[in-house]
């Protein structure tokens, strides 16, 4: 059994007024893709940018690697090794493809190794190096995102929806992509699309109206379509 | 149509926006030595409203904070170089040139280092507790506008202050029969540095480039591992800083200021920011120059419309392009 990277123990978020998580609760353990899924609005977002300190937790604890994160500022968040990269891409348009690879980087330095390891997963990369983000297909912006957040050996990286609007076979080539960056890095990954999330999961947290309602292997939900109907009925009747 | 619109953009597209407001002019004067009295002052009037609108926009963009206090800086940078200009009365009218020249650079540096440390205090101290709230920025900055004018009362007086030109950028150049004030051609000069030093700055160095993304997406850069918070207090002080060079520049182009030299440019500074989009250097490059160009034709052409030039100029820009020439979140 591998040891716990992430955990969240009773995480409570408010935005304004509102109760967005119900106290969460989650175990990610160190290495693979581990998913979180749950229909819109119940809650998948939020707790990726309350683990960044995008949100503060109004209650609870979030343990990295045994310690405390859940006060710390996400500059800081993100210096201990978790990279995140948001549903809307979080792409500099107006900075080349370069310029936002190199943001990424720990002291503007590329690592020659790494940086050809991107440029052979994504080509597209390469090609466009030295053109402007907001010129890149919605394909291609996704892969700057997803390239961005592995020029630096990260201890995990947090994924918002990464298929969401893109083609069938830029989904394709992004499962390769994912099984690769797995290798060295470990992913959470939240997704409303299940054949994606079942072909890359090892396992599966389940979330509905801001509390965890399932964990457990993604093996056994993959094959339990019964379980599958009771939690995710909203997300799979659009997606499948 | 679109072989022309691809030619135009090969040779500098929007950019040429200036030379056609002056190919325009040349036909509507008439007159090319005028043409060219009038196309200088305008380029330096430009510059000089660059350096005081440059640091807004950035601070506009980056820091999404409504600054309506920025013109306290212009009028302090232009009362400040008065006072030490005039304090070293005897370097400012002696005819060697290397005193003039370190009476105007004390003069300069001082209105400079001021806005410095009171842009990190205006940062600290009343912008800070406002972020992220557009209603109770607006009303704090015109306070601290109102306060610092009222200091600028107490301290110079309510008449008007006359400003000392050094000796070297009394006078004109002539040319044929057209007369070029040396300090414009100083104001446009200086302008046109900073706007190279701004420019590299932003474009070549890592600072620059946290910048350039923080004004797209402050939150990504934050993710990304830096503090953007420390970067705003950066900013802002070089904002400051440049709109009291500025205000000092303006000063010795008006030669005569009151306490109100600062909220009478505001309005133009806010006009440029617009037209140039927001948090671009080069927009507001453009902006300005295409203000002052504009103010100073039409100024002769028609000096009743003098005034409402400028509001015609960004309604026009702004129906054509409602983010501005060249904003920098595209």
Redesign the interface.
Same mark, same amino acid.
């Given at each position: 059994m591998s040891k716990t990277l992430l955990k969240l123990d009773s995480v409570c978020t408010d935005i304004a007024q509102y109760h967005i998580l119900h106290g969460v609760s989650l175990e990610i353990p160190e290495g693979g893709v581990h998913v979180l899924l749950g229909r819109n609005g119940a809650g998948k977002t939020s707790t990726l940018r309350t683990i960044?300190g &995008?949100w503060q937790a109004r209650d609870g604890s979030i343990r990295f690697r045994g310690e405390e994160i859940s006060r710390e500022?996400?500059?800081d968040i993100? =210096?201990r090794g978790i990279?995140?990269v948001?549903e809307n891409m979080?792409i500099?348009?107006?900075?080349t493809v370069e310029?936002n690879m *190199?943001?990424?980087t720990h002291k503007?330095q590329f690592d020659r190794q790494r940086l050809s390891r991107v440029h052979a997963q994504f080509p597209a990369m390469e090609k466009f190096w030295t053109k402007?983000a907001?010129s890149l297909s919605g394909g291609q912006k996704q892969m700057l995102a997803i390239a *961005?957040a592995m020029i630096e050996k990260r201890d995990l990286i947090l994924i918002d929806e990464p298929t969401k609007g893109l083609a069938p076979a830029i989904i394709l080539s992004m499962v390769d992509a994912f099984r690769e960056i797995a290798q060295e890095t470990t992913i959470l990954l939240v997704e409303q699309n299940f054949l994606f999330a079942k072909s890359l999961g090892q396992t599966v947290a389940v979330i509905d109206d801001g509390r965890i309602v399932h964990t457990g292997t993604m093996a056994a939900l993959a094959q339990d379509s019964d379980l599958q109907t009771r939690l995710l009925s909203l997300s799979l009747d659009s997606h499948q | 149509m679109n072989l022309i619109a691809t030619q135009i953009e090969r040779f500098g597209g929007i950019n040429l926006l200036p030379v056609l407001l002056a190919v325009v002019a040349l036909v509507l004067i008439g007159v090319p030595s005028t043409w060219l009295t009038l196309t200088v002052a305008g380029l330096a009037m430009g510059m000089m409203i660059f350096l005081m609108a440059s640091g807004l926009s950035l601070v506009f963009g980056l820091m999404d904070v409504l600054n309506f206090g920025h013109s306290a800086f212009i009028s302090f940078g232009a009362f400040i170089a008065a006072s030490v200009l005039a304090a070293l009365g005897s370097w400012v009218g002696a005819d060697n040139i290397l005193l003039n020249i370190a009476a105007l650079f004390a003069a300069i540096s001082a209105a400079t280092l001021f806005g410095l440390v009171a842009g990190w205090f205006f940062e600290r101290v009343i912008i800070k507790p406002v972020y992220r709230d557009h209603l109770r920025q607006i009303l704090i900055t015109m306070g601290a506008l109102i306060v610092a004018e009222q200091i600028i009362l107490a301290i110079w007086g309510g008449s008007p202050i006359s400003v000392p030109r050094p000796n070297f950028l009394s006078g004109s150049i002539i040319l044929g029969d057209v007369s070029i004030e040396i300090y414009r051609l100083f104001a446009f000069g200086l302008g046109l540095v900073v706007f190279l030093g701004l420019y590299a700055v932003l474009n070549r160095t *890592?600072i620059g &480039?946290?910048v =350039? !993304?923080g004004?797209?997406?402050r939150?990504?850069?934050?993710?990304?591992?830096? =503090?953007?918070d420390r970067l705003f207090i950066g900013v802002f002080m070089l904002g400051s800083a440049l709109a009291a060079m500025g205000g000092a520049m303006w000063a010795g182009y008006e030669t005569l200021i009151t306490a109100a030299i600062g909220s009478e440019m505001m309005i133009i500074v806010f006009i440029v920011i617009i037209i140039g989009g927001l948090g671009s250097i080069e927009g507001t490059l453009l902006g300005a120059l295409m203000v002052g160009l504009m103010g100073n034709y039409v100024a002769f052409l028609a000096p009743k419309m003098a005034l409402a030039s400028n509001m015609l100029l960004m309604m026009a820009i702004l129906l054509w392009r409602p983010y501005g020439l060249r904003p !920098?979140?595209?």
């Open positions: 960044m &995008l500022h996400t500059s993100a =210096r990279a995140y948001p979080g500099f348009g107006g900075l310029e *190199r943001l990424a503007g402007q907001w *961005r | *890592r &480039l946290l =350039r !993304a004004v797209e997406n939150e990504m850069v934050e993710a990304l591992g830096f =503090r953007i !920098a979140v595209k």
